[in-house]
């Protein structure tokens, strides 16, 4: 029955696209024209053969989501798990690879956990978010560890930048007894500006998990909790000679219950960071960034007596160049150097380790309508040594709207610290994983619709098992990404499907927790001062376990929203989350929310 479903929602909206007219994913889905994760500068998206989503801040509250992996999900190539709602253990698949295999920026400076290796999406609150862009496809050449299967790069909240200071608010309340509020404020004067923010989401949440049986059984029936207090700050400014310094801080802060021992934390994740930026010649702009990254966890019993303290940071260092050579030719040549550490309750072998990267990219036009990008990047870290990656990428746009492009890149994964050096556990003679990745595609931007159709083969090798921790795994996949997108009668409409086959070549079975079928449907409409909208999510089973034992069924959820503007300052709105409550799971025996809403009043001045 589900792959009847599946297929039905595919082809009635394969079918009915065809005949839709002009094409409106602009609208609903905002597509700045120029992307600066794909290349470390910014770059005209019609110019690039890897393949990029971008949420600006207008995405974010059109679509009415409450947190970062909600609006990650509808992202073409995108699979993800969670475990219990709110500000649960929450990770992301991206084109099939492992959840560490994705390299996580905030505002250029690499965040996630040293230890586990990924960063923590559910505690990133949505609010202080400006923009997300999403590069799938292996970046190591360009930003070294962890960039297998791409790279999400999240920038802070800047708000307008007008001499008349630019106020927003937002309190809203929905199912489960969740509330929030949030403000922001931002300006500039002369030739400075500045942004500041705040937030708050405190939910009782769902009971995480069903009970289990076994050695580890599990029956805590309660429902599980979650607060987020975040605050953003930003402030910059412009000398006459087109140097620029700025600076900016987000901390997000609270506590998420679960079941199990333990079965609390407290957690506080944090950026903070500058840059300076000024030209050298008229031609050669240098950019330095320093920042650092906190990922802090203190982790308590049932009865609230200590159980762990995991605290980790990543300091980062960034020196960039782009150079342009003439119209046609731009060369971008720089550093990073980084430094992790960990401060925990449990001992460590080691507490730190560094990690050194150059790099050089070519972005080239030729004949006006082919565009190449060619980067090579050397690594040498601390913990296993050097490693070098290089990425090239070709891109043909011709007449009649059509573009053809393919790409061929290599990346790495270092081990983690627990992988390393974990007590009775790690092993410090891990290899760093290793990938090869090629892919070709083809796109239209016509009248009747824009389109954009990509296939795509990954290979890793040293794939690191969990007992014993060694380099023996190894993976193929194999995957379609489709993204349409038209108008018809004032509706938006876009389409995202992903066919997937995540092997792994040693068994032959499929990789743990990664669905082969995913497509993303999305409606809206203004009508005056109303709009409305609907997304829908249809995902087929997965297997939860290595040994593909554990089948956790497909399923498919419907959201309604709707908006009215009472007039240019004021907003009422309203989500009707999973319409038909539907009662799934991603991860066995974890549980997602049933029916839900949530009704939210804005002002802007």
């Not at 609150?125 to 999240?154: F, H, K, M, T, W």
């Not at 159980?307 to 720089?334: E, M, Q």
């Not at 490693?387 to 009649?400: A, E, K, L, M, Q």
């Not at 627990?418 to 007590?423: A, C, D, K, T």
């Amino acid at each position: 029955m589900q792959k009847i479903l599946f297929g039905s929602i595919m082809l009635a909206g394969a079918s009915t696209s065809l005949i839709f007219s002009t094409n409106a994913y602009s609208e609903d889905i905002n597509l700045p024209e120029t992307v600066v994760t794909a290349t470390r500068t910014e770059t005209a998206r019609h110019e690039l053969a890897t393949a990029t989503t971008v949420f600006t801040r207008e995405d974010i509250e059109k679509r009415q989501v409450r947190t970062l992996p909600e609006l990650l999900k509808t992202a073409p190539g995108i699979d993800m798990t969670e475990q219990g709602g709110y500000g649960k253990n929450t990770s992301i698949f991206m084109r099939g690879t492992n959840s560490d295999h994705i390299l996580v920026l905030i505002d250029g400076i690499k965040a996630g956990s040293v230890t586990s290796g990924s960063a923590a999406f559910q505690f990133i609150p949505i609010d202080q978010i400006e923009r997300v862009e999403i590069i799938r496809g292996p970046q190591s050449s360009l930003y070294g560890s962890e960039a297998i299967g791409g790279v999400i790069q999240i920038f802070t909240r800047k708000g307008t930048q007008t001499d008349k200071p630019s106020v927003t608010l937002e309190t809203g309340a929905g199912s489960f007894d969740t509330f929030t509020t949030s403000g922001t404020v931002s300006g500039k004067w002369q030739n400075s500006w500045y942004t500041l923010g705040a937030s708050h989401m405190n939910s009782q949440g769902i009971d995480a998990r069903q009970p289990t049986t076994g050695f580890f059984a599990i029956n805590e029936p309660d429902r599980d909790g979650y607060y987020n207090t975040g605050i953003n700050a930003r402030a910059g400014h412009r000398f006459d000679n087109n140097s620029e310094i700025e600076a900016f801080f987000m901390r997000s802060f609270g506590k998420t219950e679960f079941d199990g021992t333990p079965n609390k934390t407290d957690f506080v994740n944090q950026v903070v960071g500058s840059t300076a930026s000024f030209d050298i010649l008229d031609n050669w702009r240098s950019t330095l960034r320093f920042g650092q990254t906190q990922d802090d966890g203190d982790s308590f019993h049932p009865n609230g007596s200590f159980f762990s303290r995991f605290n980790t940071s990543r300091w980062n260092a960034t020196w960039l160049n782009n150079i342009t050579i003439n119209p046609n030719h731009r060369v971008t040549l720089g550093t990073d150097y980084r430094v992790d550490e960990v401060q925990s309750s449990t001992r460590y072998y080691e507490t730190s380790r560094y990690d050194v990267g150059v790099f050089g990219e070519l972005h080239s036009s030729l004949f006006d309508d082919h565009f190449l990008n060619a980067s090579l990047r050397w690594d040498d870290n601390q913990a296993f040594g050097e490693s070098v990656t290089g990425n090239f990428g070709w891109r043909y746009n011709w007449d009649y709207g059509l573009s053809a492009f393919a790409s061929f890149g290599n990346a790495f994964k270092a081990p983690t610290f627990n992988q390393l050096y974990f007590p009775n556990y790690g092993n410090p003679n891990l290899k760093a994983e290793q990938s090869t990745s090629f892919e070709a595609g083809i796109a239209g931007n016509h009248e009747i619709a824009s389109w954009e159709l990509r296939a795509y083969h990954t290979n890793i090798d040293n794939l690191i098992a969990i007992f014993p921790v060694e380099n023996v795994d190894k993976a193929q996949i194999d995957g379609i990404e489709g993204e349409l997108s038209t108008r018809i009668l004032g509706w938006n409409n876009s389409l995202n499907m992903a066919l997937l086959s995540p092997r792994d070549r040693v068994t032959n079975l499929n990789l743990a927790r990664r669905s082969s079928q995913t497509l993303s449907y999305d409606l809206s409409r203004s009508f005056d001062a109303v709009d409305v909208g609907a997304h829908v999510i249809a995902q087929g089973s997965r297997f939860d376990d290595r040994a593909n034992l554990t089948k956790v069924s497909g399923f498919v959820t419907v959201d309604l929203r709707t908006a009215y503007h009472i007039n240019k300052n004021w907003m009422l709105s309203a989500k009707l989350n999973n319409l038909l409550d539907k009662q799934y799971q991603t991860v066995d025996t974890y549980n997602n929310f049933g029916r839900n809403f949530f009704f939210t009043i804005h002002y802007n001045n």
